[in-house]
């Protein structure tokens, strides 16, 4: 698995106007796979998209509402059923992004395994997934964050995925960063 932080560190050096940032994990079966996608034939889990000026609204529970429809939305233009927000398995995505916001972790998917598993004593399981994205400078950083999935193969297979429930966690820094971890559950 990659170190994100060194990932992370290093493109911010080739990229300094990094506009937003994502990583995608997946565990089906029992084995977990970190899935990475970019705009260019080289292997990295991180993508790139221009900055924008900020403009957006401070309420993360409205970003978070509005990716869930913006997810669903996408989804229903794809003919796939809504995905149900779990208000349990959101908390456990929102603690994965306020950590990442807060630096106790890097920006990716450190610890997905212990999300999973909390998951699994709140829903009995077939797989799960889970799509990470950091942004800053967006007028609207929920819908940078849901385009720059919908562009990546690694997070638009988990978007359209076989998933009934999701939970969505926003957080923001002090610095005016927004870190967005959404979790895919199929139940069984």
Do not use: C
């Not at 977990?32 to 993360?60: C, R, Y």
């Not at 456990?92 to 106790?104: F, G, L, T």
């Not at 450190?110 to 799960?128: A, D, E, F």
């Amino acid at each position: 698995m990659l170190k994100n932080t060194r990932l992370k560190a290093n493109l911010t050096k080739l990229f300094p106007s990094l506009g937003v940032v994502l990583g995608t994990a997946v565990i089906l079966g029992g084995m977990e796979t970190t899935q990475f996608s970019s705009n260019s034939d080289s292997v990295t889990d991180l993508i790139t998209l221009s900055s924008k000026p900020v403009n957006a609204a401070s309420d993360v529970a409205a970003m978070e509402k509005s990716v869930h429809q913006q997810i669903n939305k996408y989804r229903s233009s794809k003919g796939l059923p809504p995905l149900k927000v779990n208000p349990s398995v959101s908390a456990i995505a929102r603690q994965h992004s306020k950590s990442m916001a807060d630096k106790q972790v890097p920006f990716g998917h450190n610890g997905s395994n212990s999300r999973y598993q909390k998951i699994s004593k709140l829903i009995r399981w077939r797989g799960v997934a889970e799509n990470v994205a950091y942004n800053q400078g967006h007028r609207n950083p929920g819908k940078s964050a849901v385009d720059g999935w919908i562009k990546s193969p690694g997070h638009n297979r988990n978007m359209v995925g076989k998933y009934q429930v999701t939970g969505i966690g926003v957080a923001k820094n002090s610095k005016g960063e927004y870190y967005f971890t959404q979790l895919f559950v199929s139940q069984r």
